[in-house]
């Protein structure tokens, strides 16, 4: 039940960003692109928003942090993180990056999030979708409502995901390892669960931060090669 609420939330959203478009700009073709920025970033804002005490709860404590267990706030940071990936995947066009976003990370390791419910996870969330996604996707709708240079977004994207996106993540896990060496004793299943997690949250961090500072790179190549 709380995940179709949440699935509502998201399409009110969507029914929303239409409208604030308009009112902002009303030249702006409101294609797929327009819409589901301005969704996943309101929506990351909200999961930002509530996923901060497991965060905090979880860099004080840092070596017992996959043993804590879900709070009300992990639920809704989780239910409205999976909302909006099916959101996406339902109403709107997804290209190849798309598709193996949503299988990697939502259809892997978002069961065994829900199997587990430790609070790592939903600190996991903040860094893979929360906090960046909402500073960029903002970014993102702004370029698309020529309200901001593509430009700007991407040397801003390049900070968030180099300086907060990958070290948070690669900070959660270490901070799994602590599990892992418990897990192996005490559950083997839980503990082979929690390593595929984390190999792909680690591997989540770094290849987009590979792939956002060589796009960068690419960009302002081009950028000098036509201003020779």
């Known amino acids: 039940m709380q ?4 699935l509502l939330v998201v399409s ?15 030249q702006t073709l409101i ?5 589901w920025f301005f969704i996943h970033s309101i929506g990351n804002f909200l999961v930002s928003y509530n996923a901060l005490p497991d965060i905090y709860s979880c860099f004080k404590d840092p070596i ?4 804590l267990s879900w709070t009300d706030n992990s639920f809704y940071v989780f239910y409205l993180s999976m909302a909006m990936h099916l959101y996406h995947s339902l109403f709107f066009r997804l290209n190849r990056a798309d598709i193996i ?4 990370m939502c259809c892997i390791c978002g069961p065994i999030t829900y199997y587990q419910q430790r609070l790592i996870s939903t600190n996991a969330i903040f860094f893979l979708t929360g906090f960046p996604g909402c500073i960029d996707y903002l970014l ?4 698309k409502i020529n309200k901001l ?3 700007t977004e991407k040397i801003i994207y390049v900070y968030l995901t ?13 901070f799994t390892l602590y599990g892992l060496n418990d897990y192996y004793y005490s559950d083997f299943t839980f503990f082979l669960m929690s390593l595929l997690n984390v190999l792909l949250v680690f591997w989540n961090g770094q290849y987009y931060m590979m792939r956002t500072c060589i796009d960068y790179g690419y960009k302002m190549g081009q950028l000098s090669y036509t201003n020779k």
């Not at 009110?12 to 009303?26: A, E, M």
């Not at 017992?64 to 043993?67: D, F, L, R, T, V």
């Open 3 to 6: 995940f179709l609420l949440h």
């Open 12 to 26: 009110l959203v969507d029914y929303t960003s239409v409208k604030i478009t308009k009112i902002i700009n009303k």
């Open 31 to 35: 294609d797929d692109n327009t819409r």
């Open 64 to 67: 017992y942090c996959h043993e």
């Open 101 to 104: 976003h949503h299988i990697v």
């Open 140 to 143: 993102l709708y702004l370029v």
């Open 149 to 151: 240079a593509k430009n």
């Open 162 to 174: 180099t300086w907060i996106r990958s070290p948070g993540l690669c900070s959660l896990s270490l």
